[in-house]
């Protein structure tokens, strides 16, 4: 069976749902069963309600089915086939509010209420962006902030991304990202508007009940995950669904990449394009296109060719010839160092805390600064070992409690 058409897959679906609930079947089971189905012809696979138990069965599935052995075997195969599909597709199965209650450790009441209520249970400040033009903050305060944290190590964590994804998870970073485009002759750097905000809550809803989640299910983390209509920048799932959404939109740049000799990586909203063939920029406008058909607008104002005649940095990190730190940034640690060894620390701090717009740098600690310094350096190490070890060095004789 192949895929069917959106419109035949939402006729479909809304007829199921209509039958099962002229008849009386539970809210729950149908919603059950509509998410079943959905991933069935998603797959292109034919609807059978009535599924045999598949013959290999991921570990959470077979302990689930062990706990409920008390229900019919025709119910059993049932939540067998649609936790193996949601399986399969790297997620957690959730079978109703309840469970998702249970892997979120709240109470189910208590989880409604936080899901209904959840726009109040932000804190919102704005801090300006280097542009001048001020960010919005949305900062979850505690009980949705570990909710949220659990949602995002429990369910999105496990989720596959696509490998040209560089920013927010495990082993990849500003370094691996940078690496993808050493010693090009050109590198194009894209930045995406308003990323978090443009990517509203229907956006978030889809992919929720595209990955299989029942309807309230994906209403609930829906809910519980986005803020006044969008993703809240503050949230600590926010960066991953953001991941998730724009699966797409990785997938068909890497493919026109590799069709056309171009590199491509997205780390966050920053997009960046990189090839030997100097000729490349003329498909900006096209790239441009597939941008906006994934429901982004590239920011025309933050658009940069890099020729390999000047000096091409990505994401912080120069790549003319190897992934190295820019000598200004060198040149300004080790001078703030030196003052260090030399003069007042604490003038030195408020010095610091001046240039980084820090609100109050009269009260800028000293424990601060000295973090601050040691990140700064172990950012060089990480991309530059013999430069960062010789900077460490001049930083750790500096005698911070003195």
Request: hydrophobic share 35%; proline share 6%.
């Amino acid at each position: 069976m192949q895929k069917i058409s959106p419109e035949k897959r939402e006729r479909y679906l809304q007829n199921l749902r209509l039958v099962n609930e002229q008849a009386g079947v539970e809210q729950e089971l149908v919603d059950l069963i509509e998410a079943f189905a959905a991933l069935e012809l998603d797959r292109g696979n034919p609807v059978n309600l009535h599924p045999s138990a598949p013959s290999r069965l991921g570990k959470s599935v077979r302990q689930f089915l062990a706990k409920n052995q008390h229900l019919a075997p025709s119910a059993l195969h049932f939540i067998a086939a649609y936790c193996q599909r949601i399986h399969e597709q790297g997620a957690v199965f959730i079978l109703n509010p309840a469970h998702l209650a249970q892997r979120v450790s709240l109470a189910p009441e208590q989880l409604f209420r936080l899901a209904t209520s959840a726009e109040k249970h932000y804190h919102t400040s704005q801090i300006p962006k280097r542009d001048g033009t001020l960010r919005t903050l949305h900062a979850p305060r505690p009980l949705l902030k570990r909710t949220q944290r659990a949602i995002l190590d429990e369910i999105l964590a496990f989720i596959p991304l696509n490998p040209h994804a560089e920013g927010f998870r495990r082993h990849h970073s500003i370094l691996t990202n940078s690496q993808r485009h050493v010693g090009q002759k050109v590198v194009v750097k894209l930045d995406i508007e308003d990323f978090f905000p443009s990517i509203g809550s229907e956006r978030i809803h889809g992919l929720f009940a595209r990955l299989g989640y029942p309807r309230q299910v994906a209403w609930l983390l829906t809910r519980l995950t986005t803020c006044r209509g969008a993703l809240p920048t503050g949230a600590p799932t926010s960066p991953a669904l953001s991941n998730l959404v724009c699966r797409r939109l990785d997938r068909r740049l890497s493919a026109i990449g590799e069709r056309m000799g171009f590199a491509y990586s997205r780390y966050a909203d920053d997009i960046t394009l990189s090839s030997q063939n100097p000729r490349m920029v003329q498909l900006l406008p096209f790239l441009r296109e597939v941008i906006g058909e994934e429901g982004f607008r590239p920011k025309a104002s933050k658009t940069r060719i890099l020729r390999d005649g000047g000096r091409q940095k990505v994401t912080g990190v120069v790549v003319n010839t190897r992934p190295n730190i820019g000598r200004h940034e060198i040149r300004t640690l080790r001078a703030i160092l030196h003052r260090c060894q030399k003069g007042s620390l604490h003038h030195q701090a408020r010095q610091y805390a001046n240039t980084r717009g820090v609100d109050n740098p009269q009260k800028y600690s000293l424990s601060s600064f000295q973090a601050s310094l040691r990140g700064k350096i172990n950012h060089v190490r990480a991309i530059n070992p013999e430069m960062g070890e010789r900077l460490l060095r001049d930083f750790l004789a500096i005698n911070f409690s003195g």
